[in-house]
Structures are given as C-alpha cells and as structure tokens.
C-alpha cells in the first residue's frame, strides 16, 4: 500500500478521517454508547458489556483514546474511561460541516 501523504491535506481534512476512522468500527461505537449511557466514567465494566476479550477491548479503547473521543485516567491497579466532552463536541462540528457542505451540492 501507498503512503497516504497526508502532509498533503489540511488540518481540518486530517482530523475529519481520523475521527471517521476511528467510528468506523461496531465495537467502538458501542463503547462511545456504554460510555455515554454511563454518564461517568467507567473502571472494568466495559469487556462485561461487549462480546470481546479484554486485549481486544482495550486495544479499541486505545484507539478512541488516540483522537481524543475518550480520556482515561489511572485509579489504583484500573484504568476509568469516561466521554471527553470537548473533543465530542469539536467532532460534532467537524462532522456536521463536512455533511452539509455535501448535502448542500448534491444535484
């Protein structure tokens, strides 16, 4: 496979593909609804929640986390998760402006 050459995108484009990259799985959307539902942050609940192993949750968590969808903070021997509001939100707008640019020139 080729190199991406993202380098050759903006900001804004950059941002928009790894956010839908990371959407682009069930089990992280599941995760972002568990999470929401929650409304606090959540310790060892989530593998209970999902039909994976605890390896290939985390590794979905480690990718929610990377582009900032979730934060995670170390109490004692665990690991809580909870939505981090702000990037939601820029995620929201980013997202919502993308698709009504495309709505708006559809023929």
């Not at 990259?21 to 995760?31: D, E, F, S, T, Y």
């Not at 999902?50 to 986390?65: A, I």
């Not at 929201?92 to 640019?101: A, I, R, T, V």
Request: overall charge neutral; proline content about 3%.
């Amino acid at each position: 496979m080729g190199l991406s050459k993202t380098e050759e995108y903006t900001k804004e484009q950059n941002e928009i593909a790894a956010i839908a990259k990371v959407l682009g799985h069930p089990a992280r959307i599941a995760i972002l609804q568990y999470l929401s539902e929650k409304k606090s942050c959540v310790c060892g609940d989530i593998v209970d929640e999902l039909p994976l192993s605890q390896s290939t949750v985390s590794q979905h968590l480690k990718e929610l986390k990377k582009v900032g969808l979730i934060k995670g903070e170390i109490e004692g021997p665990t690991v809580c998760y909870c939505i981090d509001a702000k990037t939601i939100v820029k995620a929201n707008k980013l997202l919502g402006n993308l698709l009504q640019e495309v709505k708006n020139s559809c023929c």
